[in-house]
């Protein structure tokens, strides 16, 4: 069984078991999370999203991603700016995904 859920403006496929990262989720490691906004699950497509459906998972870790470089450059201008940026996650085990 798999479901698509959205969350932090993406949408990702999960199954049970599976271990996905995500943008950064109000909660404490450890405790669980549930993700309301499920678009679909098998074969039964929303529209927009799948009444009674909820996924649940438990969240293992809160951390930062690596860093992603911002360069901007004009030519023959002498202008360069180097900017960096760690986006904060949320890794996330999938524990139960009800159908609804």
Not at 84 to 100: E, N, Y
């Amino acid at each position: 069984m798999f479901a698509i859920i959205k969350t932090g403006g993406k949408q990702y496929k999960v199954a049970k078991d599976e271990v996905i990262i995500v943008e950064k989720l109000d909660g404490e490691v450890g405790s669980t999370y549930s993700f309301d906004e499920v678009l679909m699950v098998d074969d039964n497509i929303g529209s927009p999203l799948v009444k009674g459906a909820k996924v649940t998972g438990e969240i293992m870790a809160q951390k930062k991603d690596d860093k992603v470089l911002v360069f901007k450059k004009r030519r023959r201008q002498n202008y360069r700016r180097l900017k960096g940026h760690r986006q904060q996650i949320s890794i996330v085990k999938i524990k139960d995904i009800v159908a609804g």
